[in-house]
């Protein structure tokens, strides 16, 4: 089909594509605009001929010049690739786009540019237009980089390839004349496997925006991050899907208050000084400079100290600010100044993070509570320091009847290890606030029982409301003669020592090294079994007994 069937040129030069799905080179539609101009006389709705000025010109065969009148409009260009149409003296110019790599399945690539998607989540190209798979090419077409004499975002836009199933992948690139060309490769994601529409439903896996911090109790104590994930009952597999479904291709989700198709995570952060009108307010947007300067981000989390801080951002336009440079809040109206430079921080194709199928390697500043994550996951605060939670272990006494059997786990030493921990000072006092111990054993949970045996020799059961070092902090209580304990007494953990509250007890602790278990079980009332007792070992994975209950009438 010649391209004259699908397209007219109006005597104003207007070039208008008429009907047809055929699409066509740049080098094409010059070689046609020229073979029109050397006709005698225009006819049809072809309104030029040899008396008209020459319509275009041709640098090489991807870079071609419409003279003034001639002209595509948006629609019109749709139909052409492999190259780039200048137009209006130099004020408008389609570039030519060319996408190579392979994607899984039938994939709809997005462009994004000057913030926006480009012509929608469903553009004109769908799934791929002018494809040619014996050279990895997975679409071909024109893309409007200038227009009304000013480059669109200095003519960058970036490729995403966000399709619900595979893996996500993302290129940026700046155009120009010709072709410019962007790489994507996907996979199908083997941790994304659950029904788009299922994943919907999760509406209780939320997040707490903003800079924040939190503690894994690892040992490192608060860090600083701009979001705290909460899985709710959900695995962290289903988080990442979650996290995929948030800004997937088609999504109607925001996130930080913008389009989650639009949304990647911290790209910079800089130090500031000088703020003046503040505070900002997190998720406005920032701008700076002009021109060649100007740039735009959204703040995604503020460490303000008063008038100096950090910032860090999602860069949504335009280039990053300097040392120095003047930054304005777009809804707050405060400005700062850039202290010192710019870091920039890579984003990975999900914004979560990685998942391993159980476990999560988290990006940037990406948080998640400390009780959803074990020791298998691995985030990184907004210092970029790797956290990785402790290793938390449960031990279970299962085959229990509640409110009758009273139960009692200890180290063991053959028995009951009574001297599991050797008293440091004496008890005596009236109202004694701590226990001081020789050595407390780094896997002691942060509150619990103690049993301290007493010169009279009874074992007397005390909460402990925390420990740090030596000590256990205890309720303030009375430790006076008969109930006093001289130093160099034993004390041990009652890990559980308790009236049974249901058909199972347990305890969780921080693995240090496999521990052995002493557990006793009784139960002396209206249907008493014999003393059950036993040892476990407390491992890398927990560990668990179970009461065998042997009728005592």
């Known amino acids: 089909m010649a391209i004259g069937d699908d397209f007219s040129v109006a005597a104003n030069g207007d070039v208008r594509h008429e009907s047809g799905v055929t699409t066509y080179t740049v080098l094409e539609l010059h070689r046609w605009l020229q073979d029109l101009a050397d006709d005698a006389s225009a006819s049809g709705n072809d309104l030029i001929d040899i008396t008209s000025a020459t319509p275009s010109e041709r640098s090489t065969d991807n870079i071609i010049t419409l003279n003034s009148p001639y002209n595509l409009d ?18 408008t110019v389609y570039s030519g786009l060319v996408v190579v790599g ?63 199933g595979n893996s996500f992948a993302e290129f940026s690139v700046t155009m120009g004349l010709g072709n410019s060309t962007a790489a994507i490769f996907t996979n199908s994601d083997l941790n994304n496997v659950t029904i788009e529409g299922t994943v919907g439903g999760w509406s209780t896996i939320t997040n707490v925006e903003g800079y924040q911090t939190i503690d894994l109790n690892n040992g490192n104590g608060a860090q600083p991050y701009y979001s705290q994930w909460n899985r709710d009952s959900y695995s962290l597999n289903q988080l990442y899907e979650r996290a995929k479904y948030i800004t997937r291709r088609g999504t109607a989700e925001t996130i930080h208050g913008m389009d989650g198709e639009l949304f990647r995570g911290i790209t910079h952060e800089w130090g500031y000084d000088n703020e003046a009108s503040g505070p900002f307010t997190e998720d406005e947007t920032l701008s700076w400079g002009t ?9 995604l989390a503020l460490d303000d100290q008063g008038v100096t801080g950090t910032m860090w951002i999602q860069l949504l336009t335009g280039v990053v600010p300097t040392d120095n440079d003047e930054i304005t809040g777009g809804s707050s109206s405060a400005t700062c100044d850039v202290a010192g430079s710019v870091t920039s921080r890579s984003v990975p194709s999900v914004f979560l993070g990685q998942s391993t ?71 005596s006092g009236a109202a004694e606030t701590a226990v001081i111990v020789d050595t407390i054993p780094v896997d002691t949970p942060q509150t619990g029982t103690l049993r301290v045996v007493l010169d009279d020799g009874r ?23 008969p109930d006093d304990a001289t130093s160099g007494n034993g004390v041990y953990l009652g890990y559980v ?6 058909t199972s007890e347990n305890f969780t602790v921080v693995y240090n090294a496999d521990r052995t278990l002493f557990v006793r079980v009784r ?31």
């Open 523 to 553: 139960d002396g009332g209206g249907s008493p079994i014999k003393t059950f007792e036993t040892t476990g070992t407390l491992g890398t994975g927990g560990g668990s007994t179970t009461a065998i209950r042997t009728s005592d009438a």
């Open 357 to 427: 199928g159980t476990a999560i390697i988290g990006a940037f500043g990406v948080g998640i509570e400390a009780t959803d994550i074990s020791n298998t996951d691995k985030i990184f605060d907004l210092l970029n320091v790797q956290q990785q939670p402790p290793n938390n272990v449960t031990f279970t006494v299962y085959g229990l009847v509640s409110g009758e059997d009273r139960v009692l786990v200890t180290n063991d030493s053959s028995g009951i290890d009574t001297t599991q921990m050797l008293l440091n000072t004496t008890l």
């Open 74 to 91: 948006d629609a019109a260009a749709e139909y052409f690739y492999d190259g780039s149409v200048t137009q209006a003296g130099g004020d």
């Open 102 to 164: 392979s994607v899984a399945g039938a994939t709809t690539l997005q462009v994004v540019q000057n913030n926006l998607l480009y012509d929608t989540d469903a553009p004109f190209w769908s799934t791929g237009i002018n494809v040619d798979a014996a050279a990895n090419i997975l679409t071909r077409m024109l893309i409007k980089t200038r227009d009304a004499g000013a480059d669109v975002d200095g003519k960058r836009i970036r490729v995403y390839a966000r399709e619900w």
């Open 291 to 299: 021109g060649a300067t100007a740039g735009e981000g959204i703040l």
């Open 459 to 481: 074992n007397r059961a005390v909460a402990y409301t925390s420990w740090t070092g030596a000590t256990f902090t205890i309720g303030s209580s009375d430790w006076q003669d």
């Open 497 to 502: 020592d308790k009236l049974a509250s249901g």
